[in-house]
């Protein structure tokens, strides 16, 4: 099962070395990290998707929470949450193509962000199934380049 | 860390001094009297530092130091202190090859749960990155050995940087900590504040709510409904008992409701083996009164101990009768992490054992056809070895020896068949007096844990039971007992190579002895005492010299070599084979097994991911 943890950690020097070097060592598959500070600049928020089943979650939040750094971890996935990823996508677009493209865009909510004579950059927000659906729609059109920022996510707040 | 309580002011506060002069006070405030360490480039500064604060003191105010022949060396002997007094032991080394030279002990430091704290010169900050002389990344190496690591980037937080790491090494579950010094910090000028720690609000917090836990009512009530409801339970005591300083609190309450007891090889002394209740160690070498005794357990009882692979190989099958198990453990990531538990409680293992005799001391429990069943287990299955033959048998060289030590002296070892050998045929009275490489396996520990042990406690007898492959891996700190006076006895077991590894190769590699034989090797390790300065080093070949030789080995007041030529085709039994369970479990020649139905099979080298 895909779980979504958010590991609160101390902003400070060789942390994120620390928390990949332990998936690494104990053989946790990360999917996606990221990282950034929160509104606390002494904090940073590292959001990671792993895969694993509950008893490696278990493991994973245990020996997460043993790194002196490590603030807090909460496994978002067992509570209701929000998660969200950017994509840019260059793609090989010139002439007439371009409405067309601008048009599927416009369906996910994607901006154009850079456009030249022979090319057009999209920039688009969302879960992994709307980038997938996306990403699959526009491929069409020749993909020059792909950028992807890794989820990030909150919990919902709850009334 | 930032519970500074209302202390007396540090006399030195204020003062200014250099960073390395307060590295050596903060060691002085944390009450240590001994430092392990080589000196070089990046760490003169804190040499000197030790040089100044040593110079008119009288010597028992002094920071020792002692310097091995190799890092390996100090981290071990920093090990060892660490392992015989409970207290943080200390290495100091210099950056590059000083500082990766310790990487085997931090690591198994690690493995063992053991505090120790390194510090390493580092280059100076501008230099780090530009790989200049004598530069390693040790932030990243140590990253993926220690329990911590700090890289002083700022020199005003030197001081506290030093503190924190002897806290960090010492709370819950104990580890190494490592401090990559760079030589301008050790340089820099600055005052001395003589208080403070850094402050780590997860590690900070959950420190507070650990050492502020305590075992409920209701919890308390709980375990003993089931040991109530169990005929036939059982201790399984693992090397955290040891750690919490808990084997006090541990017998009380394995005598209070006659509770038989196995340790793991990390738990050896956690309970006194001379006991009835004693089944001594369990596992893949454990006796098989031991393991018989887990197989036919109701309730297992696992305290400060981790399922491991060399214990529950087979982990479904481990204790199948065990309707019951309860987890006693500091660390939460070992709760559950090999079997499922029934009764589990995240904590100290020896305050929580106080605190459940406390609940439930009133407790009426009645084991004692169980007891007959253990006492008939340890008679019928006890170790045994072969009693015929000229050649010596190395178990009945440690039956002499412990006739001699009866469990008063702490022993240290390498790493193969001489350290199951001492583990199975010594007794173990006391806590602290076993000291070996049990999770990682480090051969080579043996001698520099012996000396660090040594150092720690002066007026015992401190014995390192070796092989011949384990001691080579550090033969050069044969020297340091001797240029130090440090009287640790060295008894060598030699059969001509790898014992351990050849057992494996005669059991499931038809004989090929790839790489461990070492009867073409022209040592003479007599002559190596020798010319390291031990008045006292001899070789016993004969087995009517056995018991007289001994004897002057342990008594002599000198540091003193004693090589064994025993016989190079025993081997060590019984063997639970990697990845078998217990039913599987063979004993050998010479110990009777009991009646079983299991086949066993050989390991099938092929088919088995187990090691």
Redesign the interface.
Known sequence: MIHTISV???NQ??VL??VS?LFS?RGYNIESLCVGTTDDPTVSRMTVVVLGDD?VL??IV??L????????VIDLTKESFVERELIMIKLEVKGARRTELLEIAQIFRAKVCDVSANSVTVEATGSEGKLKAFIDMVRPFGIIELARSGRIAVARATQ | MATAKAQKKHPLAGKTMTGADMVVQVLADEGVDCIFGYSGGAILPTYDAVFNFNHGKKEKDQVRLIVPANEQGAGFMAAGYSRASGKVGVALVTSGPGATNTVTPVRDCMADSIPMVLICGQVPRPAIGSDAFQEAPI??IM??CA???F?V?DETELEATVRSAFE?ARS??PGPVVIDLPKDVQQWRGEFQGEGLLA????DK?KAESDAIRLSKDKADEFFRILRHSERPLLYVGGGVINSNGAPHLSEFAEHYGIPVVTTLMGIGGFDTTSDLSLHMLGMHGTAFANYAVEDCDFLIAVGSRFDDRVAGKAHEFAPLAKNIAHIDI???EI??VKAITWAHTGDAGRTVKELLQHGKHVKTNFSAWQKHILALKKNHALNYKKTGDLIQPQEVIEVLNSITKGDAIISTGVGQHQMWAAQYFDFVHPRSWLTSGSMGTMGFGLPAAIGAQVACPGRIVIDVDGDGSIRMNLGELETCTTYNIPVKILLLNNLGDGMVRQWQTLMYDERYAGTDKSLHKKDFIKCAESDGFEFAKRVADRKDLKKVLKDFVTCKCPAFLEVMIDPYAQVWPMVGPGKGYKEMEVGQYITPRASSAPKAKVDIGNTSMF
């Open positions: 609160l950690v101390e020097f060789g070395a620390r070097g060592a008893r278990a493991q245990n020996q929470k043993k790194l002196v750094e490590v603030i807090d | 932030f990243n990253s993926a329990k911590h690591v890289l980037k960090i819950g579950r780590y609000r997860g590690f959950r660390d939460a990531a559950g992490k």
